[in-house]
């Protein structure tokens, strides 16, 4: 049974920074197409960034490059999300995704099977 458990969620103050973790169990994760998403009350979940088995390729929204860093630890099973310089507009639910396979569609919620319960972040102004 997959299981995806997020942390490091809270709330600062924008500028800060904050770290997210997603600690995974239940399959192969060094095989795993890894990825956070976003959602925001009354909206869609947001593709936010994902990384690729082997950790070489990376992929980043618009809307955080240069202030997010994705990467992952295959040796502890965990994902993780630094997030730099953070924005009020980076207020959300995070969720961690994961799968054995993908399209290509890095940021479509569709192409993840497996989700965690989300940890909440907070940026006030």
């Known amino acids: 049974q997959v299981q995806l458990v997020e942390s490091g969620g809270g709330s600062v103050q924008a500028g800060g920074s904050l770290r997210l973790s997603c600690a995974a169990s239940?399959?192969?994760?060094?095989?795993?197409?890894m990825a956070w998403f976003r959602q925001v009350s009354g909206k869609g979940r947001e593709g936010v960034a994902a990384i690729w088995p082997g950790g070489g390729l990376t992929y980043y929204a618009d809307s955080v490059k240069g202030r997010f860093t994705i990467s992952r630890d295959n040796a502890k099973n965990t994902l993780y999300l630094q997030m730099n310089s953070l924005k009020p507009e980076d207020t959300a639910m995070y969720y961690c995704a994961a799968d054995t396979r993908n399209d290509g569609s890095w940021s479509r919620p569709s192409a993840y099977n497996y989700w965690g319960q989300g940890t909440q972040v907070t940026v006030s102004s």
């Open positions: 239940g399959y192969t994760y060094s095989r795993g197409y």
